[in-house]
């Protein structure tokens, strides 16, 4: 004779199922990820690039009117940089997590729609054509380029961030800016003054580089 379950345990069981189905679990898209969401238009992020907003100086006076910095100066190119990757670092630098007295008061002084939309121009940009014929780089910064450094631990830069102009993905941005930007990157990682690599894959593998191995690093993507 078949018995009727209790209500309790019959509702137990349906609270179960109802908690296997939910996405509760499932973490929030970050921050950044939401703003690009909401915001398509590239019309602020253009003024502001051009003209800056309040606090905000124009990005161009620094990156340039066509997001390439002009040669010899610290800042990285923007142009064709991916759209995800721009917002994240902005983000990063409002929330301290990517420290920079420069960046953090224009960061701050953006809104989320303000850094979603400077994202989207600077990604609608062209990047710049590869160099193409440059010489000096040695065997060694070619072979960390390509292949990395086993004994080391040291992974190949092109398994991440890719061997083109298109990057490895929305947040690995391409290789390909001046050698003293690469450099000051890679020595803030080693330093722990950047940390805003969620997996520490960064810092960890910087730690392993010497100055030379830096240097050459960064005068090998400096002249792609």
């Known amino acids: ?39 398509t238009s590239t019309a602020a992020g253009k003024a502001i690039v051009t003209s800056g907003k309040g606090a905000a100086i124009a990005c161009a006076g620094c990156h340039g009117a066509n997001g ?44 989320d729609a303000d850094i979603a939309s400077v994202a989207r121009y600077y990604a609608s940009m062209d990047p710049p054509a590869a160099q193409t014929g440059a010489t000096g780089w040695s065997a060694r910064a070619r072979h960390l380029a390509r292949y990395g450094d086993n004994a080391l631990a040291i992974p190949a830069c092109i398994d991440c961030h890719g061997s083109d102009a298109t990057g490895g993905g929305p947040i690995l941005p391409p290789l390909g800016q001046s050698a003293s930007y690469t450099t000051a990157q890679l020595q803030a990682f080693r330093s722990g003054e950047r940390h805003n690599d969620g997996d520490t894959v960064m810092r960890e593998m910087s730690k392993r580089m010497s100055d030379a191995d830096i240097k050459a690093l960064a005068d090998y993507y400096g002249g792609r």
């Open 1 to 39: 004779m078949n018995r009727a379950l209790p209500v309790a345990v019959v509702g137990v069981g349906v609270a179960i199922a109802a908690l296997a189905q939910s996405k509760d679990f499932s973490p929030p898209p970050p921050a950044w990820q939401v703003a690009l969401q909401g915001t």
């Open 68 to 111: 390439i910095a002009p040669p010899g100066t610290p800042f990285p190119r923007l142009a064709g940089l991916p759209m995800e990757y721009v917002a994240k670092q902005l983000f990063d630098y409002r929330e301290g997590t990517r420290p920079n007295p420069m960046m953090a008061p224009i960061a701050k002084a953006l809104t």
